[in-house]
């Protein structure tokens, strides 16, 4: 129960108030100064600002190794995505950011694809979202249409979602391979669904990296982000800065020297090969033993010599003791 002020406490507060100087006065500037003084002075150090809702931040030279690693991924991912729709795919990394996963799943749109995947032997789960621009398109190109967009974005129905899952194990094969340089992952799917308030694979507070990827596939394009959790980093810190020290270190004059050496050993393939000519299918097709094919070059004209399937000389072939021989008459300069 509240306490009832009787008069005479009221009429000595309103005193205090109209007083010159009150009982509760602030401290002034110089007084503060000199008791920030005292501190500093025994402490030995400056004071700073410190926020503990961000107390995940990751360091400047995580976030590279991170940026160049996802970068790799792109274009593996790209690469493999292009064999997998039959149509020609570019993936660019658009930026890499740190935010609480709270913000992430704000941001992202609904409904959309979004999948938990777990990243063993850690007991840590990463999410894959993609967006419908995406998602929608990829399936029609998947089930033999050339790739039409929703006029409407609607929820993904369970076939739907059985289709794409053929794409979200590719990302995750190319993620293995893009994080092998830091550690052996096994990336097994842990679930998907349209909905990503629905996965909590970290506490709403927590940081994590959040990598958006620019995905452009024919005439249309979306994004797609990956949620990495901050701890996931935090755990692989020193295996991190070992891949940073790593890429950053150069080659010295020994170095280079030796990796020549080592290279002079390497056998290559060397064959003359008589280009521009060409058959059709039906005279290929009606070659037996003993033919005589006629070909569109003359005798003494020059003939191509690849090394290893490139083409870098020109010549004649001809005959020394036996044995067929080129004479090299014109040579390629890269």
């Known amino acids: 129960m509240d306490k009832i002020l009787s008069q005479d406490e009221i009429n000595a507060l309103f005193s205090a108030m109209s007083s010159e100087n009150p009982p509760f006065e602030e401290p002034r500037k110089e007084e503060s100064r000199k008791g920030m003084a005292e501190v500093k002075g025994f402490s030995g150090r400056k004071v700073f600002i410190y926020d503990f809702h961000h107390a995940d931040r990751i360091s400047q030279d995580q976030m590279r190794s991170v940026n160049m690693l996802h970068e790799y991924f792109g274009r593996n991912f790209a690469s493999s995505l292009s064999a997998y729709l039959r149509a020609f795919v570019e ?19 609904d409904p959309t694809l979004f999948a938990s995947i777990e990243m063993r032997p850690l007991d840590d789960n990463l999410a894959l979202e993609m967006n419908p621009s995406l998602v929608f398109p990829m399936i029609d190109m998947l089930l033999g249409g050339p790739g039409c967009e ?11 979602l059985n289709i794409i899952e053929g ?15 830091v550690m052996d992952f096994d990336f097994f799917l842990a679930g998907k669904g349209t909905k990503s308030q629905m996965f909590q694979i970290v506490s709403p507070a927590e940081t994590v990296i959040a990598v958006h990827l620019d995905v452009k596939i024919g005439d249309f394009s979306g994004m797609m982000n990956l949620c990495i959790p901050s701890r996931v980093l935090k755990l692989l810190r020193n295996k991190f800065d070992q891949l940073w020290s790593v890429r950053t270190n150069k080659p010295t004059v020994g ?13 290559l393939s060397l064959s003359g090969e008589i280009q521009n000519s060409s058959l059709t299918v039906d005279e290929l097709l009606k070659i037996s033993v003993g033919d005589v094919i006629t070909l569109n070059r003359h005798v003494d004209d020059a003939v191509s010599l690849c090394v290893g399937g490139i083409v870098k000389f020109m010549g004649h072939i001809g005959q020394r003791k036996g044995k067929i021989t080129f004479e090299i008459s014109e040579r390629f300069v890269d």
């Open 91 to 109: 993936v660019n990394l658009s930026s890499i950011e740190q935010m609480s996963y709270s913000s992430f799943i704000k941001a992202l749109p």
């Open 150 to 160: 929703m006029a409407e974005n609607r929820n993904l129905t369970e076939i739907e």
């Open 167 to 181: 794409i979200i194990k590719l990302a995750m094969r190319d993620l293995k391979d893009a994080w092998h340089t």
């Open 255 to 267: 170095d280079a020297e030796r990796i020549l050496e080592l290279l002079k050993l390497t056998p």
